[in-house]
């Protein structure tokens, strides 16, 4: 994209939208160390080949769902503003400073596509277990609103559970806010 300089009269600075996402951003390190090109072979099932008009791409459309859950977004309405106004969302998900961010509509179909939610669990499971290996995530220190306390936990005596609730609790908390619009709205269920 280009931006003119106001000291200096037709003269044009080129702007690239990786320079305009933080060093030390998170989405940094998720970009470096993991692969979603896996969601594809997940997906597959689920869409024609041949048949109907090019759909929005699952990578992308499972990164904002990511993006999401990662930051808080309980909303897809809210979720699709937060992309189009914050450049290291668009960064992350391969988006230009002027290219369209998909639709709200378009991820309420997208998650209705993929039904009951056990997708979303394999590719959550799958980034999760991505970020632990390498070492994106650990149980060392635990944050809460900003505050760091050493975890009560002894590395030799560990017990690995599956965790699924999260989940598909974030996305009962974005049809709940699919729901609640259709209804302020006047829109059948």
């Given at each position: 994209?280009?931006?003119s300089?106001?000291?200096?009269q ?7 939208i990786e ?9 940094r390190?998720?970009q ?46 809210q ?31 997208f ?23 390498h ?11 900003s ?11 560990f ?18 806010a ?11 269920p």
């Open positions: 994209m280009l931006r300089n106001p000291n200096v037709n003269q044009y600075e080129l702007v690239c320079d305009l996402v933080l060093p030390n951003h998170p989405l390190k998720i470096k160390h993991i692969d979603f090109s896996f969601i594809l072979d997940l997906v597959h099932p689920y869409y024609c080949e041949d048949n109907g008009r090019p759909s929005a791409d699952p990578i992308m459309l499972f990164k904002m769902l990511f993006i999401g859950y990662l930051f808080g977004i309980r909303s897809e309405r979720l699709e503003l937060e992309v189009h106004s914050n450049n290291a969302y668009r960064w992350f998900l391969g988006l230009g400073l002027t290219d369209s961010v998909p639709d709200h509509s378009t991820l309420s179909y998650r209705q596509r993929l039904g009951d939610g056990d997708v979303f669990q394999e590719v959550f499971d799958q980034v999760v277990l991505l970020a632990i290996k070492r994106l995530v650990a149980g060392r220190v635990l944050i809460t609103d505050t760091h306390l050493k975890a009560n936990a002894n590395k030799q005596k017990v690995k559970e599956e965790v699924t609730k999260s989940t598909k609790t974030y996305i009962n908390e974005l049809d709940e699919v729901r609640a619009d259709r209804e302020a709205n006047g829109k059948k």
